[in-house]
């Protein structure tokens, strides 16, 4: 695991059953992890990703979750479909351990869209969930009593202006990581 890039992964969804609803938007930060004496690694910011991925059932769309994520049809006018995001995601990604903050969520929609597309998942069998990381590092910490991507954000000094879009939380999800990893 040491020697593999880190795909840090947000979806933005549908909904959130991904046997009923789909990724609308995909990205993916790829950072290289670079061996420090004594202190575990530094990230190396290899490559930013980001995908606007056609809908193919609005109609089972949960309409909270369209609203939250700011879905509307002008911004998705030039969107892709899902079979090649997930082609481009997949060479992305090849040999990485995902990483998420909430996991559980993003892995389970990112494992349907490659299943139902047909795309083979090359990433590394490890993955890393920094809501896990976070109670583990934060348990102790009386202002810690929230594990949210928003909250983890608040408590950590962490911008993240444009919350709900795929690229700002994972770039937010990265300086999280950082700052619970002491990068």
């Known amino acids: 695991m040491k020697i593999h890039n880190l795909a840090f992964i947000d979806t933005e ?19 290289r992890q670079v061996q420090r004496e004594g202190k575990g690694p530094s ?18 769309a949960d309409e909270e979750a369209l609203r939250v994520n700011g879905y509307n049809e002008v911004d998705w006018m030039f969107a892709v479909d899902r079979k090649k995001a997930m082609e481009e995601f997949a060479k ?13 969520f993003d892995y389970a929609f990112v494992t349907k869209a490659f299943e139902e597309t047909g795309v083979e998942n090359k990433m590394h069998f490890a993955k890393l969930d920094t809501i896990s990381i976070a109670f583990a590092r934060l348990y102790d910490a009386p202002s810690a009593e929230r594990f949210s991507l928003r909250a983890l954000c608040e408590l950590l000094k962490v911008e993240n202006s444009k919350a709900h879009t795929a690229l700002a939380d994972t770039k937010a999800l990265v300086a999280v990581y950082k700052k619970l990893m002491g990068i």
Not at 16 to 21: A, M
Not at 46 to 59: Q, R, S, T, Y
Not at 95 to 102: Q, Y
């Open 43 to 60: 990230l190396e910011i290899i490559e930013e990703c980001e995908w606007k991925i056609k809908p193919e059932h609005l109609e089972l």
């Open 13 to 31: 969804t549908t909904g959130t059953n991904p046997n009923k609803h789909e990724i609308i938007e995909l990205a993916v930060i790829i950072a």
């Open 92 to 104: 992305k990604t090849q040999s990485c351990t995902f990483v998420s903050h909430n996991l559980v």
